[in-house]
Structures are given as C-alpha cells and as structure tokens.
C-alpha cells in the first residue's frame, strides 16, 4: 500500500506561482511512476504531468511550458512547479501513483493510488 498527502494548495493571483508537494509513505516510493491530475469544477479529471522513477516526465499539453513536476525519491516526494497561472487552472489536484509498470502514462485508470487532492483556486 502507498498513501499519499498533497499539500500547498490555497489561493492564487492570476500570473502568479504555486508549488504543490505529495508526500508518500508505504511502499517503496521510488519505485513507481507518479502523476499529478486535476478536476476542476463539473469537468472530468485531466492529466496534468507525470515522472517515471528516474525523472523522466511528461507534461500535458495545457500547461506546457508552465508547469514542471519533480520528485525528491530520498524525501519521497513529488513536486508540482505552477507559474503563470491562469484562472483555468483552479482545480482540485491530485497526485497519483503508479504500480503496476514503469512506463509513465497520461490515463488515471492507469494509477491506482491516490491523494485526497489539495484545492487550488487562481483569482482573475
């Protein structure tokens, strides 16, 4: 079992940064590919970026160039890097792990551990 906890969501200023952490306990958290998501309000969870567990990543194409996602496998958590936020991006987002390969993926059915999601609200 892994459990993981967000933290640092709050509210933003349009064109402001965020960082938001998830901290994992449980099995061995460098082992797996990890994925921050989000569901903003009445929209389907999206695909936000994932890291495989040696820092390969793959960003979603919203917010390419805006968001960066790490991960520290010592302090065994996984970071996601806002700048330029936009009032879109208000959301709850989640972080998500992977066990079942090493290959990254953009699909939440493919992740089968998650968070409780932290809120992040951006302000026009």
């Known amino acids: 079992q892994v459990q993981l906890v967000e933290s640092g969501g709050g509210l933003v200023q349009a064109g402001g940064s965020l960082r938001i952490s998830c901290a994992a306990s449980g099995r061995p958290f460098s082992s797996y590919p990890m994925g921050w998501f989000r569901q903003g309000p009445g929209k389907e969870r999206e695909f936000v970026a994932a890291m495989s567990r040696i820092g390969g990543n793959y960003i979603g194409d919203s917010v390419k160039g805006r968001f960066t996602i790490s991960r520290d496998n010592a302090k065994n958590t996984v970071y996601l890097q806002m700048n330029s936020l936009k009032p879109e991006d208000t959301a709850v987002y989640y972080c998500?792990?992977?066990?079942?390969?090493?290959?990254?993926?953009?699909?939440?059915?493919?992740?089968?551990?998650w968070g409780q999601g932290t809120q992040v609200t951006v302000s026009s």
């Open positions: 998500a792990a992977k066990s079942s390969s090493l290959i990254i993926t953009t699909t939440a059915s493919d992740y089968n551990y």
